[in-house]
């Protein structure tokens, strides 16, 4: 087995993040969701498992987290709850003109950083889904991962060089989320890698 298949959903994290979900189950069935043993399974996967691709999927959640805060900036701004958006005073940035262009609204006649939120967040969905064995048992996560953070990542740069060739300006909030979506790329790919194998 390589390394990309080792999978040690057993062991725990040094630091594990909350108690175990079937710990906490709720006395009484009450109103709302039910739970289930796969359900808890994930709970305690993401937040307590010490598996490689766990990490993977951790960082990948805070760089796409990154990218949404930063793109809920942007959003502030295009939906006029912000009035400015502060930048740091360097050359070549100015995110009010960039952020503000009719080209931001044209996709669906709505501000472009909301899509990108919308975007991440399908992004996040997946990084959640599945246990620690799902790189086997539930292949095609890993694998449209990998592809939704190839396409985030690519349509990132499109509108950096939309930037640079249209306003020869730059929005940093906008860099920084593009930074993020390319940044997550090298970490969905180990375990798509390792989908790809158990599939053959």
């Known amino acids: 087995m390589s390394g990309d298949e080792a999978n040690t959903a057993g062991s725990l994290r040094a630091r594990p993040s909350g108690p175990a979900a079937s710990t906490i189950r709720p006395a009484h ?5 039910r739970s289930t043993p796969e359900a808890e399974a994930v709970s305690d996967a993401l937040r307590r498992g010490a598996d490689r691709f766990l990490t993977h999927r951790r960082r990948s959640a805070a760089f796409t987290l990154l990218s949404i805060a930063s793109l809920g ?10 009035r400015h958006l502060p930048e740091p005073p ?3 940035l100015d995110a009010d003109r960039v952020d503000a ?3 931001a609204y044209q996709y669906l006649k709505t501000p472009d950083a909301a ?9 996040l969905i997946l990084i959640g889904m599945g246990d620690a064995d799902r790189s086997r048992s ?7 991962l990998a592809g939704k953070s190839v396409l985030d990542a690519t ?3 499109f509108l950096t060089v939309e930037q640079a060739t249209k306003h020869r300006r730059f929005c940093s ?6 930074l993020a979506n390319l940044a997550t790329v090298p970490h969905t790919l180990p375990e798509a890698r390792a989908a790809r194998r158990a599939g053959r």
């Open 101 to 103: 262009s009719g080209e």
């Open 73 to 82: 900036v942007v959003a502030a701004y295009q939906n006029g709850v912000l």
């Open 173 to 178: 909030w906008c860099l920084a989320a593009a």
């Open 155 to 157: 349509f990132a740069l």
């Open 90 to 92: 360097l050359p070549g």
């Open 138 to 144: 539930r292949r095609w996560i890993p694998l449209a």
């Open 115 to 123: 899509l990108g939120m919308a975007s991440a967040a399908a992004t």
């Open 29 to 33: 069935k009450g109103i709302g969701r």
